[in-house]
């Protein structure tokens, strides 16, 4: 009995380190935008927003699971030791000091300090924030055990007093809408947070949180680990439906032509009153820092195992907390600008090597996965040049190509097209290595 006790106590410890993890500035404000634009449909918009965000996170790190290789090289081994290390790495800067982590600390000035302390610039706060991150993050054993057990409840009960507040006394009614796209608007949403990019790099965290607490032994290592994305994924799927409940409920009217943050602090403001910007600002706070704390200590961990640890762990710590400090003062709308092509071409390439991951035990011949990875990227190249004015009007007449996926038949062109051309010599011998290693 103790022992079941101690496992559901340590299920919801990680689950809510994993919550947070992922709960940052983008799941916070995608959520009510959604549900003021769908009105009577934002349940819909909402199951997509959460399919494409949670959904294809944990199809990533069941995947993982699966090969039995949890790592980054588990996803990307089979295109080759030097493009998988081109890919993990990049994936890691993006979801590192490039573009998530300071957006953490750019959408806490703007949207929780900006609004309360005017006459603080975003250097000074940015300083103070990334201090904590480096006092919390430079103990790798001691984060998950930080963030699941102190500042995921606040985050949690924050948010929760919010969306029951908004639950007992709406906004007003919930109305249908026009000229919205729910499923593709959901959809893109998703994409957005980088969930994905980040999920095949929290689980290394979230396996080691599981082995200092006595899960050593493989089976019970994954059956801790599944549990608590589950875990993490229903505490998502409460929090993700709460906000676009909350946007629904301004749907008729009076909350026009207000973007995504100005909705949240617009919709606080309405339920709380004078208090609503301050217990915002607390929101937003607990949510960046704790997903800032997951990055910077996923980030680090990484460079390290790259390095053979010629760069050590605190060392990586210090250094991603520095560039991600400079690239915080850029501002949040600059630093999605940036992330917006990168990620459309990123994207691509993870989730066709996800998917084929499933299929491993059928794939005989490794060229499958170059095929359809390399014509993925190619389409979704297309996409991104084509968003910058380039003649590829095509990518949009690609079955699924209004929805951003139009790299979905090409990639499967390219894995057929693979699946004929004969492996090397090296790539068989390599092929029946990790054959007898798994074995």
């Given at each position: 009995m103790k022992e079941k006790k101690k496992s559901m106590i340590d299920i919801a410890v990680i689950g809510l380190a994993l919550f947070a993890m992922f709960f940052g500035a983008g799941n916070l404000i995608f959520p009510p935008y959604l549900g003021i634009n769908a009105g009577s449909q934002w349940f819909t918009g909402f199951l997509c927003f959460f399919i494409a965000d949670v959904g294809l996170a944990l199809v990533a790190i069941m995947?993982?699971?699966?090969?039995?290789?949890?790592?980054?090289?588990?996803?990307?081994?089979?295109?080759?030791?030097?493009?998988?290390?081109?890919?993990?790495?990049?994936?890691?800067?993006?979801?590192?000091?490039?573009?998530?982590?300071?957006?953490?600390?750019?959408?806490?000035?703007?949207?929780?300090?900006m609004p309360i302390f005017p006459f603080i610039n975003s250097w000074v706060f940015g300083a103070i924030f990334f201090v904590l991150v480096l006092l919390?993050?430079?103990?790798?054993?001691?984060?998950?055990?930080?963030?699941?057990?102190?500042?995921?409840?606040?985050l949690v009960a924050c948010l929760l007093a919010l969306i029951v507040i908004g639950y007992i006394h709406p906004i007003g009614e919930i109305v249908p809408t026009t000229n919205f796209d729910t499923v593709k608007e959901g959809i893109l949403a998703g994409y957005q947070t980088m969930d994905v990019l980040a999920a095949v790099v929290f689980?290394?965290?979230?396996?080691?949180?599981?082995?200092?607490?006595?899960?050593?032994?493989?089976?019970?290592?994954?059956?801790?680990?599944?549990?608590?994305?589950?875990?993490?994924?229903?505490?998502l799927f409460i929090i993700y439906g709460g906000l676009a409940y909350l946007g629904a409920t301004t749907s008729a009217g009076g909350f026009e032509g207000y973007n995504q943050t100005a909705l949240v602090v617009a919709i606080t403001q309405t339920l709380i009153?004078?208090?609503?910007?301050?217990?915002?600002?607390?929101?937003?706070?607990?949510?960046?820092?704790?997903?800032?704390i997951?990055?910077?200590?996923?980030?680090?961990?990484?460079?390290?195992?790259?390095?053979?640890?010629?760069?050590?762990?605190?060392?990586?710590?210090?250094?991603?907390?520095?560039?991600?400090?400079?690239?915080?003062?850029?501002g949040i709308s600059t630093i999605i600008s940036i992330a917006a092509p990168i990620l459309n071409l990123l994207y691509p390439v993870v989730l066709?090597?996800?998917?084929?991951?499933?299929?491993?035990?059928?794939?005989?011949?490794?060229?499958?996965?170059?095929?359809?990875?390399?014509?993925a990227l190619l389409a979704s190249a297309a996409d991104v040049l084509y968003g910058f004015g380039l003649p590829f009007e095509f990518i949009k007449s690609l079955p699924f190509g209004g929805y951003q996926c139009g790299w979905v038949v090409p990639a499967i062109i390219g894995g057929l097209i693979g699946k004929f051309i004969p492996m090397s010599q090296k790539a068989i011998l390599n092929a029946k290595k990790e054959g007898s290693d798994l074995a």
């Open positions: 995947a993982m699971i699966k090969t039995g290789d949890v790592s980054m090289n588990g996803i990307t081994g089979k295109l080759g030791k030097v493009p998988s290390v081109i890919i993990n790495s990049l994936i890691v800067l993006c979801i590192g000091p490039f573009l998530a982590i300071p957006r953490t600390a750019a959408t806490t000035y703007e949207m929780g300090v919390l993050t430079i103990r790798p054993s001691g984060v998950v055990d930080v963030i699941g057990k102190f500042l995921t409840p606040a689980v290394i965290i979230i396996i080691s949180a599981a082995k200092s607490k006595g899960y050593t032994e493989s089976q019970s290592t994954m059956r801790i680990v599944i549990q608590s994305s589950v875990f993490a994924a229903v505490a009153g004078s208090y609503g910007v301050l217990i915002l600002g607390v929101i937003v706070f607990f949510a960046c820092l704790t997903t800032a997951g990055l910077v200590s996923s980030c680090a961990s990484f460079f390290e195992e790259q390095t053979n640890g010629k760069i050590s762990y605190k060392s990586m710590v210090l250094i991603t907390i520095i560039f991600s400090y400079v690239v915080s003062n850029f066709v090597m996800i998917i084929l991951t499933f299929f491993g035990k059928h794939i005989k011949n490794q060229n499958i996965y170059i095929g359809a990875a390399i014509l």
